[in-house]
C-alpha cells in the first residue's frame, strides 16, 4: 500500500498526540514536521528519527506531500492553511480553525477550487461514547431529549484564545453533530478568574429547535479535571463522562411514578477518537464522498463569534 505522506506544523502539546497516531497509523507515514522552537524540533526528530525538520514550515509543504496537519496557534492557522491549499494539499487543522467566519470561507472557497480537502480535529465526534448517543437520538430510545448539561473543567491557559475557543468548541462540535443545527438563542458569561491572559472560565446557556435547553461550563481553572455531559431525555438519563477508562457511558432510566432510577452500563467502541479521525481522513480522500467537516466547521465558528 502506498501511503500518504505527511508533514506536520507544530509540535507543542498537541503536536505529539497527532504524530503519533498518524505515524502509527496504516494509512500514513510522517515525512516531516516544522516548529519555531529547537527544542521541539529536538524532541520530534527523537520521538521520529527519520522525519526531515525545519523551523520554515514552507520548506516542509513539497511536492511529494498529500496531508498537512496544522497544531499551531490559532492565529497563524489562516495564514498556514491558505498556504497549504494553495499548493493543493489537503489539510488537518487544529480547533478552532480560524477566529474569522470570513476566513473560514476564504478557506473553503480554495479547497473547493483546488480540489482538496478541509479536515478540523474536533475529536469527540469520533468517540464511541458520543456516537453512542447520536444513535439514541436517532432511535428516540428514551424519548424526547429535553435538557443538556456539559462540564469540561482543567486545561492549560492560553494566550491566543479564550476559553470559549478553546473549549466550548468541543461542545458545540458535539452538539452539531447531534442536533444537526444551531442553537437558536445564546447568551454567556464570560469572566476573569485568575487573572489570565483571556477569559479564563465561561457560563453558556444555547436552545436548540424542540425547545432543547443547552448548559455549558467550561474553565481552564480547576484542581481536577472534569469531562462530563449529561443528556435528560423523557425516559432517561445518560451521562458521558469520558475521564473514564471504560465506562464512559451510564444509563439511568427513571422509575415510573418514582424519584428513583435503575443503571445500566452498556459496551461502547473504546477506539481513542484520534485515531478514527486519521482513518476517516483517508477513507474520505480516497473515496471522494462528502466531508462532515464541510458544513460544521463555519457553523460551529458563527456560534463561537455569537457567544465569544
Not at 462540564?151 to 447531534?178: C, G, T
Request: charged content about 30%; proline content about 4%.
Amino acid at each position: 500500500m502506498n501511503k500518504l505522506k505527511v508533514s506536520l506544523i507544530g509540535y507543542g502539546y498537541w503536536g505529539p498526540k497527532l504524530a503519533r497516531n498518524f505515524q502509527n497509523s496504516n494509512y500514513f507515514k510522517l515525512i516531516s514536521v516544522s516548529d519555531k522552537s529547537k527544542f521541539n524540533l529536538l524532541r520530534a526528530k527523537k520521538d521520529f528519527p527519520f522525519i526531515a525538520t525545519s523551523k520554515d514550515y514552507k520548506k516542509t509543504i513539497t511536492d511529494n506531500i498529500d496531508l498537512v496537519v496544522i497544531a499551531t496557534p490559532t492565529e497563524t492557522h489562516f495564514k498556514i492553511s491558505k498556504y497549504a491549499l494553495e499548493r493543493k494539499k489537503h489539510i488537518l487543522v487544529e480547533k478552532p480553525i480560524s477566529l474569522s467566519i470570513n476566513e473560514v470561507l476564504n478557506l473553503e472557497k480554495i479547497s473547493k477550487k483546488n480540489k482538496k480537502k478541509i479536515f478540523v480535529d474536533y475529536p469527540f465526534i469520533f468517540s464511541g461514547s458520543i456516537n453512542f448517543i447520536r444513535k439514541v437520538i436517532e432511535n428516540n430510545r428514551f424519548g424526547k431529549l429535553d435538557e443538556i448539561e456539559s462540564y469540561r473543567e482543567q486545561a492549560p491557559v492560553r494566550k491566543d484564545v479564550n476559553v470559549v475557543w478553546d473549549l466550548a468548541v468541543h461542545d458545540l462540535s458535539i452538539l452539531f453533530y447531534l442536533l444537526k443545527s444551531n442553537p437558536i438563542k445564546s447568551k454567556s458569561l464570560k469572566i476573569n478568574s485568575a487573572q489570565s491572559p483571556k477569559s479564563d472560565t465561561a457560563f453558556i446557556n444555547l436552545t436548540y429547535k424542540n425547545k432543547i435547553n443547552v448548559f455549558i461550563k467550561n474553565t481552564w481553572i480547576s484542581p481536577i479535571k472534569i469531562r462530563l455531559m449529561k443528556f435528560k431525555f423523557k425516559n432517561a438519563i445518560i451521562y458521558c463522562d469520558e475521564n473514564e477508562s471504560m465506562y464512559k457511558i451510564k444509563i439511568y432510566y427513571k422509575k415510573a411514578k418514582q424519584a428513583k432510577y435503575s443503571l445500566e452500563v452498556p459496551e461502547i467502541d473504546l477506539a481513542e477518537p484520534l485515531s478514527k479521525l486519521v482513518n476517516y481522513i483517508y477513507k474520505n480522500i480516497k473515496s471522494n464522498e462528502q466531508n462532515i467537516f464541510d458544513n460544521m466547521s463555519i457553523n460551529i465558528t458563527k456560534t463561537l463569534t455569537k457567544i465569544s
